[in-house]
């Protein structure tokens, strides 16, 4: 409320100090070696900002950036352009929470049949719980990239791609979708080899998944990546699985 001015005194200019707390975050993200910040005080008016006394205390750090976070930031690294296989320019990069509408866009517009194959069960719409479970992940345990189409006023969702980390920290199960209406154009392979990229990078051991035996394109997909296929004999079910340093095998 104070910010907001009161009496003679103007409103604070609050664009200005979300940028200072912007900038502060991502120093102190860049920087392990900050141990203690103290901006005190910091004057903000209409036109301008500043930092009438600060502290800041330096330890020297082993572990690097972004490492020493706890929750870790959203990993722009693995932002990237590609081309699909009719020519189209993606943008492929990290989920982000904000991506909730779209990514309801893209759910709304699958298959019953592509729904089936990737849920294994009839869903018609999403509960808000899984909406936040897919879209809001946290990035040590969790890579989810997706395939993006940029128009000049929207986002559209083409396809995403996980690979979810389990407790022993050692193996995780991998999952793909992509609109009904761009499959086979290269998209799948390009969301899934990326993530198995990062899975490995990390130090996974072993990455798998469950497909349905009539999923004739996630099996072709599974076996072109590299992956063992094996059928458990009782569900009929394909499990699908990469071990990283050794030869793939099921
Ligand atoms: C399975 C799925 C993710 C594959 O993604 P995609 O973008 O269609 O696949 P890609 O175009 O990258 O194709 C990769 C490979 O799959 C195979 N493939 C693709 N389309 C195929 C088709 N119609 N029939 C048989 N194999 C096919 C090919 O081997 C292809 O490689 P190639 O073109 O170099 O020969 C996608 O079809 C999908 O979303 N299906 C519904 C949901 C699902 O089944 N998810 C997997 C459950 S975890």
Redesign the pocket.
């Known amino acids: 409320r104070i910010l907001k001015g009161f009496r003679n005194f103007l409103p604070a200019n609050l664009d200005l100090l979300e940028e200072i707390l912007i900038r502060v975050s991502q120093l102190v993200t860049d920087f392990p070696e900050i141990e203690e910040l103290d901006i005190n005080p910091l004057i903000v008016t209409q036109n301008n900002i500043c930092a009438a006394d600060a502290r800041i205390l330096l330890k020297p750090s082993e572990i690097v950036s972004p490492h020493h976070l706890i929750i870790s930031s959203y990993p722009n690294q693995y932002e990237a352009d590609v081309i699909a296989k009719d020519g189209e320019k993606i943008f492929v990069r990290p989920i982000r929470t904000e991506d909730a509408p779209i990514f309801i866009e893209l759910f709304e517009s699958l298959s019953p049949r592509?729904i089936y194959?990737?849920f294994f069960s009839p869903i018609k719409s999403l509960r808000h719980s899984m909406i936040v479970r897919f879209t809001q992940i946290d990035y040590d345990r969790e890579t989810a990239l997706v395939a993006i189409r940029k128009t000049d006023s929207k986002e559209e969702m083409l396809?995403v791609a996980r690979v979810i980390v389990e407790r022993n920290g050692k193996e995780a199960e991998f999952?793909?979708?992509?609109r009904d209406n761009l499959?086979?154009?290269?998209?799948?392979?390009?969301l899934l080899g990326r993530c198995l990229e990062i899975a490995k990078s990390r130090g996974l051991e072993k990455v798998w998944?469950l497909?349905l035996p009539e999923?004739?394109?996630?099996l072709?997909?599974g076996r072109?990546l590299g992956f063992g296929v094996k059928r458990d004999p009782e569900s009929g079910d394909y499990q699908l699985t990469i071990h990283f340093g050794k030869a793939a095998s099921g």
């Open positions: 592509s194959l990737r396809g999952a793909v979708l992509v499959q086979g154009k290269g998209i799948g392979a390009e998944g497909v999923n004739t394109q996630m072709a997909l072109k």
